[in-house]
């Protein structure tokens, strides 16, 4: 807290102590005027809700899937992103069990606490079977009791992110049954991103663009790289949203992901800028790098051009059905041939949507093809130890003629 806030809080808490008049003390005249308050929020149209088809397409994507891979049920337990995506709820992971649990044939069906279960028939999007369990009870012996033949003898697709010991008291619950590993299969599920996602995606990034050049145009020499990031936070919040931002000032953005440090900003420093928010459930992630104070010196220019040459590069060679590894060399290959490949020390992009990081990763030894529909971002970039890195990261969506970009690139 500002020592002016401190004082502001002093003079409040007198005023209370004297039964609401205030006290004769007064502010001293050199403390400066509070702040103004920020901007409100650029109202910005509603989006239009999923529909009950959406969650029945994504039913019907997990059910061929489980198909595909020779099981006959996938399981999935609440705290991942597949329940949210699939449920229509962020429902929380706890020691007491709540999954969903998908067979081939008949409603899906959720197990959950019995003191749960109004939460979730509230919370839920999805029409399933709502089976709750006593706390005395085995929720996988409800949960076997429930699918009855469906799960006798078949395959049990297990998501990637369930807990070791939830996957074991399945398997003992199950004995007849094998667990499959579902890894590969809901890595694919949420790939291709469809129009109400893509929607999602796009208000994410126009909030942070817009965040990020209030940011940008309110630097000043002295402000610290933690204050910007918390500055950026608040600017999400004041839109309702989960958002973060990574800021480094001069040397620190040759470190690609070291946190704020407390850094004064000083003129003639690179500034980079790298986070992004969630909007209903779709994150965006963007950095952008500048230079603060005067005009930018011939060696960041020359490096900033590489970047902007590489990302673009990347972009052209974005079709269905080329390879992931093929975006990389695109851009690896024109930082390499401007001397610097030594400094691009990380891939060149990673899938986006309900994770922040999700396949498709753009990355030397990936040959999974991109499709028409996935959302990755594209950010090359080139750190020069002691002196400044500069990263540019866009996210762009591969059609079925090539890679357009989302943000303003």
């Not at 020499?221 to 004041?238: N, Q, W």
Request: glycine share 10%; net charge neutral.
């Amino acid at each position: 807290m500002r020592r002016r806030h401190v004082l502001q809080a002093a003079l409040a808490g007198a005023a209370w102590a004297c039964g609401g008049r205030a006290p004769v003390a007064s502010l001293p005249s050199s403390v400066p005027p509070p702040d103004p308050a920020p901007p409100p929020p650029v109202p910005r149209a509603p989006l239009a809700p999923l529909t009950p088809a959406t969650f029945a397409r994504r039913i019907d994507r997990v059910r061929a899937l489980t198909h595909d891979a020779g099981a006959a049920v996938a399981f999935v337990t609440s705290g991942t992103t597949a329940f949210a995506y699939l449920a229509g709820a962020h429902v929380e992971r706890s020691e007491r069990l709540i999954a969903l649990a998908v067979p081939l044939e008949g409603e899906p069906l959720v197990v959950a606490p019995s003191f749960e279960l109004e939460r979730m028939r509230r919370a839920l999007r999805v029409p399933a079977s709502l089976r709750g369990w006593q706390e005395q009870e085995s929720p996988y012996d409800v949960l076997r009791d429930a699918l009855g033949p469906r799960a006798r003898g078949g395959g049990v697709l297990v998501e990637p992110h369930t807990e070791y010991a939830t996957a074991t008291a399945l398997a003992r619950a199950l004995p007849e049954s094998r667990l499959v590993d579902g890894t590969e299969r809901f890595e694919s599920m949420r790939v291709v991103k469809d129009g109400d996602e893509i929607a999602r995606i796009r208000r994410a990034i126009a909030i942070t663009e817009d965040a990020f050049e209030e940011a940008f145009a309110a630097l000043r020499p002295g402000v610290r790289d933690r204050e910007v990031a918390v500055g950026i936070g608040a600017r999400f919040e004041r839109e309702g949203l989960q958002g973060y931002a990574l800021v480094q000032f001069g040397a620190l953005s040759a470190l690609p992901h070291a946190h704020p440090d407390g850094s004064a900003l000083a003129a003639g420093t690179a500034v980079l800028i790298d986070g992004g928010c969630q909007v209903e459930g779709y994150w965006s992630d963007v950095t952008r790098t500048r230079w603060f104070g005067g005009a930018a010196p011939e060696d960041f220019r020359r490096v900033e051009g590489v970047v902007r040459e590489a990302q673009l590069a990347a972009l052209a060679r974005v079709r269905p059905g080329v390879p992931a590894q093929e975006i990389d060399r695109a851009a690896r290959a024109v930082i390499a041939r401007a001397g610097y490949g030594a400094f691009f020390t990380h891939r060149t992009g990673h899938g986006l949507g309900m994770d922040g990081h999700e396949p498709i990763y753009l990355v030397e030894g990936n040959a999974t093809p991109l499709v028409a529909g996935c959302v990755f971002t594209i950010e090359p970039g080139i750190y020069l130890p002691g002196r400044f890195g500069v990263r540019i990261e866009d996210d762009a969506r591969c059609g079925d003629q090539g890679g357009s970009f989302l943000s303003g690139a």
